[in-house]
């Protein structure tokens, strides 16, 4: 948690049915995966998905380019 910043109550939980009302996927509908009560923020399955490079590794040895979602704030979302 960051100094001077207090957890808020959040409308939506963990595994709660959600759809975004606002942004680039206004209208998709999906299931919260987590949640980040001192930043507002949530993650929805389907929702807000970003391209990450990873570096070479074990599990990838030429190194990879993931889909994944990113959070978006608890405020443009609503319960289903």
Not at 1 to 14: A, E
Not at 53 to 80: F, L, T, Y
């Amino acid at each position: 948690m960051k100094l001077g910043k207090k957890p808020v109550k959040m409308h939506v939980k963990k595994n709660d049915n959600v759809q975004v009302i606002a942004g680039n996927d206004k209208g998709k509908i999906g299931k919260v995966l987590r949640v980040f009560p001192d930043q507002n923020r949530v993650i929805v399955e389907g929702v807000n998905l970003r391209k990450r490079h990873m570096r070479p590794n074990k599990n990838h040895p030429q190194g990879a380019i993931i889909e994944r979602e990113m959070p978006i704030h608890a405020s443009n979302v609503k319960k289903v």
